[in-house]
T-cell receptor, first 114, second 112 residues
Framework: DVKVTQSSRYLVKRTGEKVFLECVQD?????MFWYRQDPGLGLRLIYF???????EKGDIPEGYSVSREKKERFSLILESASTNQTSMYLC?????????????FGSGTRLTVV | DQQVKQNSPSLSVQEGRISILNCDYT??????FLWYKKYPAEGPTFLIS?????DKNEDGRFTVFLNKSAKHLSLHIVPSQPGDSAVYFC???????????FGTGTRLQVFP
């Protein structure tokens, strides 16, 4: 069964901390994405990557950065966590062609910044 | 600027009846549309999709309808079951891009 694995289900961090959210996929997918989900706002794209060491800004990149050193791993970094970054974070991957199945999502990381 | 809109944040339907979830979009470059279902504490899972060259796609109890002139799509679930209770997101992508734009979601509750 193909998988996208997010390393933490729940995280609590303090304001100002540097936070790393990790995502690993075992499907040899080229494209990986980070979204955040907030009530009333749906899923908003933070960053995405089409290849190793490549990254593109999504719709809400401010306050975030990413790293993709290996094809299977895509990390989201909160340089200095703030309370408005409290959210559900979702990682997804897909092959280069969208085909009929869209993205495969991880189970999400619920981050609380206090 | 919300390019994909789901104007109903919630919907409540009796078991056995039809659930209709609606989605509107503004970008005429969108050519592929998908519906995702999300349970609490889980990631969204793919449900059904439709290309802009079609106006209907069916998969079991799920049917998606696309009206390009109205920039509107809908998901029909017949018959609705309690296990369908979840948040449903519609999503769209434009040609030559793998980037999905998601709507705000509709919470469906199916009661006995």
């Amino acid at each position: 069964d193909v998988k996208v694995t997010q390393s933490s289900r729940y995280l609590v961090k303090r304001t100002g901390e540097k936070v790393f959210l990790e995502c690993v996929q075992d499907m040899d997918h080229e494209n990986m994405f980070w979204y955040r989900q907030d009530p009333g706002l749906g899923l908003r794209l933070i960053y995405f990557s089409y290849d190793v060491k490549m990254k593109e800004k999504g719709d809400i990149p401010e306050g975030y950065s990413v790293s993709r050193e290996k094809k299977e791993r895509f990390s989201l970094i909160l340089e200095s966590a703030s309370t408005n970054q409290t959210s559900m974070y979702l990682c997804a991957s897909t092959q280069s062609s969208l085909a009929n199945y869209g993205y495969t999502f991880g189970s999400g990381t619920r981050l609380t910044v206090v | 600027d919300q390019q994909v809109k789901q104007n109903s944040p919630s919907l409540s339907v009796q078991e056995g009846r039809i659930s209709i979830l609606n989605c509107d979009y503004t970008n005429s470059m969108f050519d592929y549309f998908l519906w995702y279902k999300k349970y609490p504490a889980e990631g969204p899972t793919f449900l059904i999709s439709i290309s802009s060259i079609k106006d209907k796609n069916e998969d079991g109890r799920f049917t998606v309808f696309l009206n390009k002139s109205a920039k509107h799509l809908s998901l029909h679930i017949v018959p609705s079951q309690p296990g369908d209770s979840a948040v449903y997101f519609c999503a769209a992508s434009a040609k030559n891009t793998d980037k999905l734009i998601f709507g705000t979601g509709t919470r469906l509750q199916v009661f006995p």
